[in-house]
């Protein structure tokens, strides 16, 4: 059973602009929501994670946006630059460990 | 220093042959975690270190695999018997400690195709 949906499968942006990707969630237990930046060949690398005690998390160009009553959250990238190019997945743990439940991943294309 | 260092980078075994993957953690880091990314997937939990506690092996698809870890080091996943099935990007991650204030890093993975 998936228990993390992901959407889009695939995203091309225009460079400058914004890239949103999002997931929904089943377990109410979960509380720890990290999105992960994949690029070929290499393993992922932590982007950004938020819990379910606030809305929003800012980094940089990277935001965290959380809805816990409708058990979904979203990763917004503001001027989205060629660099960002790679495959992102939201994942979902509980209990305070790193046994993660991963999304199955959108791969961003930025077009110059 | 390092970060996490899987070998072989690619590995290519006939079915029913046996493979064993390593992973090397970051100096330090107590916990360890194997995960598997099948193709256009997302990564399963596969088994979970941390010290000397016993392993959380919940996410072991099957009596076919395993790994151990040597104390706080080196860390062998053993695929027995291999099937077409399991051809997938197999990664290990290591973290300072448990808990998720610890983020987990991962090293590059080993390609496994089961011809």
């Known amino acids: 059973q998936q228990q993390v949906k992901q959407s889009p499968q695939s995203l091309i942006v225009q460079k400058g602009g914004i890239s949103i990707i999002n997931c929904a969630y089943e377990?109410?237990?979960?509380?720890?929501f990290p999105w992960y930046q994949q690029f070929p060949g290499k393993g992922p690398a932590l982007l950004i994670a938020i819990r379910p005690d606030v809305s929003e998390k800012k980094e940089g160009r990277f935001t965290i946006s959380f809805n816990k009553s409708a058990k979904q959250f979203s990763l917004h990238i503001m001027d989205s630059q060629p660099g960002d190019s790679a495959t992102y997945f939201c994942?979902?743990?509980?209990?305070?460990?790193?046994?993660?439940?991963f999304g199955t991943g959108t791969r961003l294309l930025v077009s110059p | 220093g390092a970060g996490v260092s899987q070998s072989p980078s690619n590995k290519v075994t006939e079915k029913g042959k046996d493979v064993e993957l390593r992973c090397d953690p970051i100096s330090g880091h107590t916990a360890l975690y194997w995960y598997r990314q099948r193709l256009g997937q997302g990564l399963e939990f596969l088994i979970y270190?941390?010290?000397?506690?016993?392993?959380?092996k919940s996410g072991l698809p099957s009596d076919r695999f395993s790994a151990e870890r040597t104390g706080e080091s080196v860390s062998t996943l053993t695929i027995q018997r291999t099937q077409q099935e399991d051809s997938a990007v197999y990664l290990c991650?290591?973290?300072?400690?448990?808990?998720?204030?610890?983020?987990?890093?991962f090293g590059n993975g080993t390609r496994l195709t089961v011809t």
């Open positions: 991650a290591s973290s300072p400690q448990t808990g998720t204030n610890s983020p987990l890093h």
């Open positions: 377990n109410t237990a979960f509380d720890y």
């Open positions: 270190f941390q010290g000397n506690s016993a392993p959380d």
């Open positions: 994942a979902a743990s509980k209990g305070g460990f790193q046994k993660l439940v």
